[in-house]
């Protein structure tokens, strides 16, 4: 069963098999895109956040707002290989975590320690079955 709800991060259609971290208005993440975005965010240090622009005044909002809080940060973030204006920051990659691994709907966990090669592919088939409806951080 295929629902409307796309992952804003590789743009895949949401089924049962696959869980889904919904943001506010509407924002999406799978567990593949999350598990991609803590080994490089939370594991590997890695900062894909644009840096401010020179034209910028010191007390400027930075340039990008995270896709899932929709808020402008200043915290590391992972972009999507995808979708380049899709941001998510380093506090919604945790709380988006401790959402899917406390779901006893689904079988998602925090990914073990280890770096990822900044040219990982995200992986697209799900690989575990029965999984329910998405989780709202």
């Known amino acids: 069963r295929t629902r409307t709800s796309l992952c804003d991060f590789c ?8 869980p889904l971290v919904e943001g506010h208005q509407g924002s999406c993440i799978c567990g593949d ?5 803590w080994r490089a965010v939370i594991d590997a240090g ?7 622009t ?18 402008p940060r200043t915290d590391p973030a992972f972009q999507s290989p995808v979708r380049p204006e899709a941001f998510v920051c380093r506090r919604c990659i945790r709380l988006a975590g401790r959402a899917l691994h406390s779901d006893p709907d689904h079988d998602w966990h925090k990914p073990s320690s280890g770096a990822v090669s900044i040219e990982e592919p995200l992986r697209t088939e799900a690989t575990n079955e029965d999984r329910g409806d998405p989780v709202s951080i």
């Open 11 to 18: 743009m895949r259609s949401w089924t049962d098999e696959i």
């Open 33 to 37: 895109c999350l598990s991609t975005a």
């Open 46 to 52: 890695i900062n894909d956040a644009p840096p401010p």
């Open 54 to 71: 020179t034209s910028e005044a010191p007390d400027a909002p930075p340039s990008w707002v995270c896709t899932l809080c929709l808020e």
